[in-house]
T-cell receptor, first 111, second 115 residues
Framework: TQLLEQSPQFLSIQEGENLTVYCNSS?????LQWYRQEPGEGPVLLVT?????EVKKLKRLTFQFGDARKDSSLHITAAQPGDTGLYLC???????????FGKGTRLHILP | KAGVTQTPRYLIKTRGQQVTLSCSPISGHRSVSWYQQTPGQGLQFLFE???????NKGNFPGRFSGRQFSNSRSEMNVSTLELGDSALYLC??????????????FGSGTRLTVV
């Protein structure tokens, strides 16, 4: 069974600090996406990465797909209270078309 | 343009009853996927429909079923409700078949509580 493990589960930091959250698997994924979900709402797509080693930037957010396409990271520079939310990674398995979501990292930025 | 609309937003049902949830995708989107979200298991894929055909199915019992209409609107049904079915049910639409690869737009979900 393919799994996506996200770490840390919870993270609470001060505004202005930098942080990195991780999404790891022992399996290869053909593509991987990151979403942010706020309370009472559905997840919102942030980025899709497809190529091993790919790096994408979205303002203060930097996403990287591992060379072997088994892991990904999300780095936030100078975190702001508006970054607070549940960050989810999701992937499509390389061996089948099963869609898998990690359980998420709950991020809280203190003003 | 209007987003993905899920109705109702909240629902309370009794064990053993059945429930139908509705999802209207973004206009022009033909792929609709359903997910169950719980604190313990996170988001779990239920099924995906494209042009009224089920394209992909997750590992849920047969009590969970769905369908898609010619206007791309979708419904999911859960029969013989169990306490463990309490969850946030999310619908996601995409413009393309195999919607995940092109990025989902999620609705706000239906929160189902089974008592």
């Amino acid at each position: 069974t393919q799994l996506l493990e996200q770490s840390p589960q919870f993270l609470s930091i001060q505004e202005g600090e930098n942080l990195t959250v991780y999404c790891n698997s022992s399996s290869v994924f053909s593509s991987l996406q990151w979403y942010r979900q706020e309370p009472g709402e559905g997840p919102v797509l942030l980025v899709t990465v497809v190529t091993g080693g790919e790096v994408k930037k979205l303002k203060r957010l930097t996403f990287q797909f591992g060379d072997a396409r088994k892991d990904s990271s999300l780095h936030i520079t100078a975190a702001q209270p508006g970054d607070t939310g549940l960050y989810l990674c999701a992937g499509v398995g390389n061996r089948d078309d099963k869609i898998i979501f990690g359980k998420g990292t709950r991020l809280h930025i203190l003003p | 343009k209007a987003g993905v609309t899920q109705t109702p937003r909240y629902l309370i049902k009794t064990r053993g009853q059945q429930v139908t949830l509705s999802c209207s995708p973004i206009s022009g989107h033909r792929s609709v996927s359903w997910y169950q979200q719980t604190p313990g298991q996170g988001l779990q894929f239920l099924f995906e429909y494209f042009s009224e055909t089920q394209r992909n199915k997750g590992n849920f019992p047969g009590r969970f079923s769905g369908r898609q209409f010619s206007n791309s609107r979708s419904e999911m049904n859960v029969s013989t409700l169990e306490l463990g079915d309490s969850a946030l049910y999310l619908c996601a639409s995409s413009a393309h078949g195999t919607g995940f690869n092109y990025g989902y737009t999620f609705g706000s979900g239906t929160r189902l509580t089974v008592v």
